[in-house]
T-cell receptor
Framework: KAGVTQTPRYLIKTRGQQVTLSCSPI?????VSWYQQTPGQGLQFLFE???????NKGNFPGRFSGRQFSNSRSEMNVSTLELGDSALYLC?????????????FGPGTRLLVL | AQSVSQHNHHVILSEAASLELGCNYS??????LFWYVQYPGQHLQLLLK??????LVKGIKGFEAEFIKSKFSFNLRKPSVQWSDTAEYFC?????????????FGKGTHLIIQP
């Protein structure tokens, strides 16, 4: 079974631009979560989608948004990019959105904001 | 809010040495516990997990972890490390009640195994 895939793998943007990242979960997984990884803050939870609905949200500004499609694929959007948004963005999928289910991570999208 | 502490940010060991990485969490309710590993150039991989039952759980590559509820701890152990265990190790906690904050991760422990 194929793992979680994320596209693109690398991205360079300038301040003020917006960016969209994509995530395809493991086949059969309906929950997709997004995380931001930086050297300073470590891994931080952004949000989780299940059945096309945002179920949970971390402590990030409204510039960070996402959506999930009927095939469980998910996209994450960051508007008005800031230098501090440079990070590795990780997507994880699990069988359901309920607590207690194991999350499997993709390789991430490395975003550099100049 | 849940918080996770990993006591050692950098650990250097020689091959065949025993390993124990500490992990403590703050929330006292029902939790699900995980250890993930990130090898150089690779993505996060699940090492092992604890949901319920036997507090001593075994994972891949000879790793094990013990859940001690009274100490809010979930320490990772391996009796004899190998050079290939060089990686970043992350402890993570999911509140069983729905995980409103998603997985909460520790800051990670960078483990270097010297041949």
């Amino acid at each position: 079974k194929a793992g979680v895939t994320q596209t693109p793998r690398y991205l360079i943007k300038t301040r003020g631009q917006q960016v969209t990242l994509s995530c395809s979960p493991i086949s059969g997984h309906r929950s997709v979560s997004w995380y931001q990884q930086t050297p300073g803050q470590g891994l931080q939870f952004l949000f989780e989608y299940f059945s096309e609905t945002q179920r949970n949200k971390g402590n990030f500004p409204g510039r960070f948004s996402g959506r999930q499609f009927s095939n469980s694929r998910s996209e994450m959007n960051v508007s008005t990019l800031e230098l501090g948004d440079s990070a590795l963005y990780l997507c994880a999928s699990s069988l359901s959105g309920q607590g207690g289910k194991t999350q499997y991570f993709g390789p991430g999208t490395r975003l550099l904001v100049l | 809010a849940q918080s996770v502490s990993q006591h050692n940010h950098h650990v250097i060991l020689s091959e065949a040495a025993s390993l124990e990485l500490g992990c403590n969490y703050s929330y006292g309710g029902t939790v699900n516990l995980f250890w993930y590993v990130q090898y150089p150039g690779q993505h996060l991989q699940l090492l092992l997990k604890y949901f319920s039952g036997d507090p001593l759980v075994k994972g891949i590559k000879g790793f094990e972890a013990e859940f001690i509820k009274s100490k809010f701890s979930f320490n990772l152990r391996k009796p004899s490390v190998q050079w290939s265990d060089t990686a970043e190790y992350f402890c993570a906690v999911l509140n069983s009640g729905g995980g409103a904050d998603g997985l909460t991760f520790g800051k990670g422990t960078h483990l270097i195994i010297q041949p």
